[in-house]
């Protein structure tokens, strides 16, 4: 709890079970409900996260659009969580999650409603490759351009919000444009308080799941072909 408020964190996963019981065990004591939503692991994370036990939750969401279930997994989570504050982050040890004892008194003082932590501008010590940096650069404008609002991270996996608040994000999307969406969702919504703040990042633990190219290309269509659906509907 954080000023009587409940916290909830979704780790969406797929093979993370390697290294999920260290990033769990780090966890401040703060967080009241972990939800690890595992999408097709083949590895051991369903029995590592059931072993557990205490907070955490383990819920198997095996949908997938295109091979991906990145998105089913955060909306199965953000679903079944019952605090008044949900966050997302990777369950890669990645994202501050440790800052949320700052970020969440945050959230409450300036009245917001969701709260998209930014790696961009790069803090010191954060390494991103510099083809991620450019590509996520380039989402950026071209919401810019056809939204309106100005981001500086469309690509961030961490996000801090009021339980209240989770019907208006529409959420649709399985894969990866899950990410993109929510902050397009949140940022548009005159009825939601959209904010972002910015954090650094971490090593990652374990191995990426991403192939860069592809998943920005996607990004790039689905964000264009979102904006003018909204138009007409
Ligand atoms: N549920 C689900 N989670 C996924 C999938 N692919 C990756 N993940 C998880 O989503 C998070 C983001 O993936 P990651 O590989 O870290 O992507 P990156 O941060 O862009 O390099 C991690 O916690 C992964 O375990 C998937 O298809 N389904
Ligand atoms: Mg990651």
Not at 46 to 66: F, M, P, Q, S, W
Not at 86 to 115: C, M, Q, R
Request: charged share 25%; with cysteine; aromatic share 8%.
């Amino acid at each position: 709890m954080i000023r009587g408020q409940k916290i909830t964190l979704c780790l969406p996963c797929r093979n993370e079970g390697g290294h999920l019981k260290k990033i769990i065990s780090k966890l401040p004591g703060y967080i009241d409900e972990i939800i690890v939503i595992s999408n097709n692991s083949k590895d051991n994370t369903v029995e590592v996260a059931k072993g557990i036990g205490g907070k955490v939750k383990v819920i198997e969401d095996n949908r997938v659009l295109g091979g991906i279930g990145y998105g089913f997994a955060h909306m199965s989570g953000i679903n079944a969580a019952t605090g008044d504050i949900i966050v997302g982050a990777d369950a890669d040890g990645t994202y501050p999650v440790e800052k949320l004892d700052i970020i969440i008194p945050h959230l409450l003082d300036n009245k917001l409603d969701f709260i998209s932590c930014n790696r961009y501008p790069l803090q010191d010590g954060t390494k991103i490759p510099f083809k991620l940096q450019l590509g996520v650069n380039l989402l950026n404008w071209e919401i810019l351009l056809l939204y309106g609002f100005k981001i500086k991270d469309t690509l961030s996996g961490m996000w801090v919000f009021k339980k209240d608040v989770r019907k208006k994000l529409n959420l649709t999307m399985g894969d990866w444009n899950l990410s993109p969406q929510i902050k397009i969702n949140a940022a548009t919504n005159p009825k939601i308080k959209f904010e972002e703040y910015s954090i650094s990042q971490h090593q990652r633990l374990g191995e990426t799941k991403q192939n860069y190219f592809k998943t920005g290309y996607n990004h790039a269509k689905w964000i264009l072909k979102n904006r003018f659906k909204q138009k007409s509907s």
